[in-house]
């Protein structure tokens, strides 16, 4: 059974889609079946994992307004064991179109479900806001985890999302919990990173991932190649700790 793991903040430029990226490739790469849902309409975790927008004619809004099974727009990745639902243009307008559709946040969730016996992780790579596409997205998910950027305004929104988690849990989905946050674009000689990160530390203990995705130049050029940074450059700092990342998350699920 496939466990679907949310990627989520409102707070845009936290590394959010390079965490989906690199995470989904890492754990490819350490064995697993790994399917990327791109819900963001950006598009950018798509065209990081090399797949050209201009040429895409289906995706995750086809499934959603029910157009398309999931198989049918399923595109491979240049990292074997990664498939991806990738975002169309057409997911812009998916919010609107859904509005008035019967049982619209569970539109995911339905797709999904289709896929819990080919894959061991989904990964769902969630729009910067709160909108109807991250409901459905949080409806669908097991477990949410949270990039948060080593940055003065970290915090800055985090208890709308926490409170958004939780009346997703409390009214469409019971089992949905919080994987944990991670701390991203960390500079260790940077006084005001480490406080971000002993703040963060304080308030949420051991959900905050021990691994903290440092600033990497590497991480940044990787996606314009449309390759995950263990694939473009795999002894940098920014691969090392994405690789580390998937080994804590998966002797986490080991221990739980």
Same mark, same amino acid.
């Not at 995706?59 to 595109?75: A, H, K, P």
């Not at 998910?141 to 009346?167: H, K, N, S, W």
């Not at 260790?188 to 959900?207: I, P, W």
């Given at each position: ?17 390079? #965490? ?44 959603? =307004? ?9 595109? @491979?990745? #240049?990292?074997?064991? =990664? ?64 990039? =948060? ?24 989905? @019971? ?82």
């Amino acid at each position: 059974m496939a466990r679907i793991l949310a990627i989520s903040n409102q707070k845009g430029g936290v590394g959010k889609t390079t #965490t989906a990226i690199n995470l989904g490739a890492a754990l490819a790469l350490a064995g697993r079946r790994v399917l990327m849902v791109d819900a963001d309409p950006q598009g950018n975790a798509s065209s990081g994992l090399g797949c050209d927008r201009d040429d895409i004619t289906m995706g995750l809004y086809d499934i959603l =307004l029910g157009f398309r099974d999931l198989e049918s727009v399923l595109q @491979p990745t #240049t990292v074997e064991g =990664l498939d991806l639902v990738p975002a169309t243009r057409d997911l812009l307008g998916a919010d609107v179109e859904l509005v008035d559709e019967e049982r619209r946040e569970y539109r995911l969730k339905k797709a999904l479900a289709d896929a819990d016996e080919a894959y061991d992780d989904i990964l769902i790579d969630c729009p910067p806001s709160l909108s109807l596409l991250t409901v459905n997205a949080l409806t669908a998910a097991d477990a949410v985890l949270i990039p =948060l950027q080593a940055e003065f305004y970290a915090m800055e929104g985090l208890g709308e999302l926490l409170r958004t988690i939780q009346a997703v849990k409390r009214g469409l989905n @019971p089992r949905l919990s919080r994987e944990g946050l991670l701390i991203t674009m960390h500079d260790a000689r940077n006084n005001l990173c480490k406080e971000v990160e002993t703040q963060a530390r304080s308030l949420f203990g051991d959900e905050v991932f021990a691994t903290v995705i440092p600033r990497n130049v590497r991480l940044g050029e990787a996606p314009s190649y449309g390759r995950s940074i263990l694939e473009y450059d795999r002894r940098s700092t920014g691969a090392v700790a994405y690789q580390a990342l998937a080994d804590e998350l998966l002797r986490r699920r080991a221990r739980a």
